[in-house]
């Protein structure tokens, strides 16, 4: 199959020179990437272009680091997926189900309350309307803002997104490693797979050649530094260029990371998104699937001022990175640039039906070609 660069390079000009994208994107097809470009602003008070190697940040995109962490530290037999988390943590949790295990948090079934529940419809920013965002230094800074809430429903009954759990599984890794969750994914995970440029970075100490994410409109842009808390962590918020994204695919699917039965595992899907039988939740990420196969992975992330998009076509060994400091804005591109290189309606539009009600945010692995970054 040969992809149209041409046609892509239009569309994204055009996206470009209208305003409507700022960002980064990149489209790979086995180890060639066939489409680099980026445009717009990374920081438009002192009017630094994007480029390729900026970083940006990933809203819930890097839950996918949160749940190869786990799934590490299963490998290493320090955590298992039966694992109750009041067992792991060593502590009550409030209102807490103790039947709530790793496996459910790590699939959104654990029915624990969101700390984003309590957030205005269609309002990112006003979860933060009663806690400011500097309060929350860390994973156990969020718990006050869920654990004493009730329960939604009995742990494992069904899926509903949540950005709690994976709160939870950062405080497991902290238990289990006596390491901060962020040293932990650095030394374990973005050092091995060569992603040098990525990090969990403090909002107000970012560092040169990172994106400040804006929110707004043309003529009336702010920054999202009071929208957002001070730095990333297991529910998401680490930065990363395009070009690293490529690289950790690799390293997972290279089994660099974690064993290949485990890595099957994490990418196999786990629960049903919804009730249209296409869309299964993995461990950090989605699969769509069609006659009994995964023709697509998605990971998604959303944050004010924070806009990503992975999706992998293993069957067809092509990726498409979308990366954008604007809000909700990557989700509607990479759809477009998915069909620019597929037929239309090969595959599935839009994301998952039910990732957005709080979000940030069995089979084959696809495992890419051994390549570099």
Not at 232 to 247: E, F, S, V
Request: aromatic content about 10%.
């Amino acid at each position: 199959m040969e992809i149209n660069t041409q046609i892509i390079h239009e569309l994204l000009k055009t996206k470009s020179d209208d305003g409507s994208f700022s960002g980064v994107v990149l489209v790979r097809q086995q180890c060639t990437n066939k489409v680099e470009y980026a445009c717009g602003m990374a920081d438009r008070s002192n009017s630094i272009p994007s480029t390729l190697s900026t970083r940006f940040a990933t809203a819930s995109a890097s839950k996918l680091l949160t749940s190869l962490a786990v799934c590490q530290l299963v490998e290493k037999r320090k955590l298992a997926f039966d694992m109750k988390i009041h067992e792991c943590l060593g502590r009550q949790l409030g209102n807490i189900s103790a039947d709530v295990t790793l496996h459910h948090l790590l699939t959104h079934s654990s029915g624990i309350p969101d700390y984003t529940d309590d957030r205005r419809k269609g309002d990112r920013e006003s979860v933060w309307n009663n806690v400011p965002v500097y309060a929350v230094q860390s994973a156990s800074d969020y718990l006050r803002l869920f654990v004493e809430k009730p329960m939604k429903f009995r742990p494992g009954e069904r899926y509903l997104y949540c950005n709690s759990g994976y709160v939870l599984l950062g405080l497991a890794v902290e238990k289990a490693t006596g390491m901060s969750f962020c040293d932990y994914v650095a030394e374990n995970i973005l050092g091995p797979a060569g992603m040098s440029e990525s990090g969990y970075f403090e909002s107000d100490r970012l560092p040169q050649g990172t994106a400040r994410g804006y929110i707004g409109k043309p003529g009336d842009w702010r920054t999202n530094v009071f929208s957002l808390v001070p730095k990333g962590g297991p529910d998401g918020g680490a930065y990363t260029t395009a070009r690293d994204l490529m690289r950790f695919w690799d390293a997972l699917t290279g089994y660099k990371l974690l064993s290949e039965e485990l890595t099957q595992k994490m990418l196999s899907p786990q629960i049903e998104d919804g009730n249209t039988g296409e869309w299964f939740y993995g461990y950090g990420l989605w699969a769509n699937i069609q006659d009994g196969s995964t023709v697509k992975f998605s990971c998604i992330g959303e944050d004010p001022g924070v806009s990503v998009r992975l999706f992998v076509y293993p069957k067809h060994g092509v990726r498409i990175a979308v990366l954008s400091n604007l809000s909700e804005t990557a989700a509607s591109l990479a759809d477009q640039i998915q069909d620019l290189i597929f037929p239309a309606g090969t595959f599935k539009l839009g994301d998952p039906s039910t990732l957005l009600s709080c979000g940030a945010g069995g089979g084959s692995c696809g495992a890419a070609p051994r390549c570099g970054g």
